[in-house]
């Protein structure tokens, strides 16, 4: 038995399109009509003039997706062209007795994931292969893998009444907003728990049980607040879905406890508004977008695009807006039906894991003023600058190294072609030693641990009747330099004696 695609010779006075579908209601008997897709062409639009050039035109009806060639039988000395089309299906019943008398083919319907390996012919299944390709870039663009997922485990049938017959229907049927309607599958909302060990994320951390509604509350952490606006638009009468709009909010507070305490037990010297920075690196809203990229939540989440509305004040909502809000409502959903450990494991594991250059983030106006600042809140002696090496003073291109020493400790070290320069880049070395000196990862002893696991359920028990994780908080005294960064530029300090650094050899 052999699987092949419809095809057939074009007649007299028939064009490419009408013979395609001539042909395919013939073999097949179902009337067609061309689909629209988004394809890459080089011919311009009807009246105008381009470059020979690819572009992607949008929605285009009637163009080929592909050209092949086969050869006859007779040793190869001639070949016949086949014009490929995408076409879809317009009645509701297919017709009997279409085909020629010589044809006797047997239609049969197939998955879009089974036709390519059914074809027998290996051009066919190149053609089919973009065909499937291009139909689902062109019509489901954001949910196509969830569409060709729930057609069998979907509550509502597919293809729905609206999508049969264009003349029956009071309105055209749209495939992307169906599909961005229906909710996940349960088998792809289980894999994805599964896939991010939701339940065991970290070696240290028990198996918890799953709640028994997991699919529910998952559902419920995938769906943004805006997706209720696109279901009263285009559903009205289906009852609105659970959103992660409080989520969002309380697991955006737990990834900022996570991150700030994490940064400041790691680094502990660094300034306020530094480690405001690195917060936001770690779990910032791109931070949240991306994840969910990397979880494989893409065609997952439901949600739609709200522009900015300047007389209602409405905020506006674009993709990563919505795809940000899934991470926090998963730290938030594991936080409230697990438990605190578990939140932090996965916060620990998917955030804090990251690689972030913390060195772009410390900017300083004076740095050698922030030095001195420094060392006075350290109780050491006041910094000076010393000349270390120098060559080509009186050249055209000379070079300083200079140090900057607090009593017999070489604080830092820079070069430059001037000795202010020099001094400017080891006072920045100097606070970036300080600065990014960095607590071992093995002796962090972070405050969240001596939190109950049944802080959820009651948060205000009392912290001190749980004994089991005693925490030892960092020794009082070292208070924070209040001059240091660029966007401190409000501060006001006590008048000091102005005087420059020592630059001696």
């Known amino acids: 038995m052999k699987f092949i695609l419809p095809k057939g010779h074009r007649e007299l006075g028939e064009t490419l399109e009408q013979a395609a579908l001539r042909e395919t209601y013939e073999e097949t008997g179902w009337r067609c009509e061309f689909l629209p897709i988004d394809l890459l062409t080089s011919v311009p639009p009807p009246g105008t003039s381009s470059r020979d050039r690819p572009k992607e035109v949008r929605a285009v009806k009637g163009e080929p997706i592909a050209v092949t060639?086969?050869?006859?039988?007779?040793?190869?000395?001639?070949?016949?062209?086949?014009?490929?089309?995408?076409?879809q299906i317009t009645g509701s019943k297919r017709e009997e007795g279409t085909q020629m008398?010589?044809?006797?083919?047997?239609?049969?319907?197939?998955?879009?994931?089974?036709?390519?390996g059914k074809l027998s012919r290996v051009g066919d299944k190149d053609v089919a292969s973009r065909a499937i390709k291009l139909s689902l870039v062109t019509m489901l663009p954001r949910t196509s893998r969830r569409l060709m997922t729930t057609l069998s485990s979907t509550p509502n049938a597919f293809p729905p009444p609206e999508a049969l017959s264009s003349a029956t229907a009071g309105k055209p049927f749209q495939s992307r907003i169906w599909a961005s309607l229906q909710p996940p599958p349960p088998s792809a909302v289980h894999a994805f728990a599964s896939r991010i060990k939701l339940?065991?994320?970290?070696?240290?951390?028990?198996?918890?049980?799953?709640?028994?509604?997991?699919?529910e509350l998952l559902n419920q952490a995938l769906t943004h607040h805006s997706f209720t606006r696109l279901q009263a638009e285009h559903a009205p009468t289906e009852p609105a879905p659970r959103t992660n709009k409080e989520w969002e909010?309380?697991?955006?507070?737990?990834?900022?406890?996570?991150?700030?305490?994490?940064?400041?037990?790691?680094?502990?010297?660094?300034?306020?508004?530094?480690?405001?920075?690195?917060?936001?690196?770690?779990?910032?809203?791109?931070?949240?977008?991306?994840?969910?990229?990397?979880?494989?939540?893409?065609?997952?989440?439901?949600?739609?695009?709200?522009?900015?509305?300047?007389?209602?004040?409405?905020?506006p909502v674009y993709q990563d807006d919505a795809y940000a809000s899934?991470?926090?409502?998963?730290?938030?959903?594991?936080?409230?039906?697990?438990?605190?450990?578990?939140?932090?494991?996965?916060?620990?594991?998917?955030?804090?894991?990251?690689?972030?250059?913390?060195?772009?983030?410390?900017?300083?106006?004076?740095?050698?003023?922030?030095l001195q600042e420094t060392a006075k809140a350290f109780r050491r002696e006041r910094p000076i600058s010393r000349l270390l090496k120098e060559t080509g003073r009186y050249s055209i291109s000379p070079m300083f190294v200079v140090g900057v020493y607090?009593?017999?400790?070489?604080?830092?070290?820079?070069?430059?072609?001037?000795?202010?320069?020099?001094e400017f880049r080891a006072s920045e070395d100097a606070l970036r030693r300080l600065y990014l000196t960095q607590t071992p990862p093995h002796l962090l002893n972070l405050p969240t641990i001596t939190l109950p696991n049944e802080i959820a359920s009651d948060p205000f028990l009392a912290l001190s009747q749980d004994t089991r994780h005693p925490y030892r908080p960092l020794e009082l005294g070292e208070c924070e330099v209040l001059y240091g960064s660029s966007d401190k530029k409000t501060i006001i300090t006590a008048p000091r004696e102005r005087s420059e650094a020592q630059v001696g050899s």
Not at 101 to 116: K, P, T
Not at 342 to 348: I, P, S, T, Y
Request: proline share 6%; with cysteine; aromatic share 10%.
């Open 249 to 315: 909010a309380m697991g955006n507070h737990l990834l900022g406890l996570f991150a700030a305490e994490y940064v400041h037990m790691s680094w502990p010297h660094l300034p306020t508004n530094v480690v405001k920075a690195a917060v936001s690196a770690y779990v910032g809203p791109q931070t949240c977008a991306d994840v969910a990229r990397e979880w494989g939540l893409v065609n997952m989440v439901r949600w739609t695009k709200i522009e900015k509305d300047e007389i209602n004040k409405t905020r």
């Open 69 to 87: 060639m086969r050869h006859m039988n007779d040793r190869d000395k001639h070949a016949k062209f086949i014009w490929w089309f995408v076409a």
């Open 326 to 370: 899934v991470p926090r409502s998963i730290i938030a959903l594991t936080y409230q039906h697990v438990s605190m450990s578990h939140a932090r494991a996965l916060a620990h594991k998917y955030f804090l894991s990251r690689e972030v250059d913390l060195r772009p983030l410390i900017k300083f106006r004076n740095p050698m003023r922030a």
């Open 406 to 422: 607090s009593g017999q400790d070489k604080l830092g070290e820079g070069f430059g072609s001037s000795l202010r320069m020099a």
């Open 199 to 215: 339940f065991a994320p970290g070696p240290s951390e028990r198996r918890a049980t799953p709640p028994p509604n997991l699919t």
């Open 101 to 116: 008398a010589n044809e006797s083919f047997d239609v049969e319907f197939v998955d879009a994931d089974e036709a390519v």
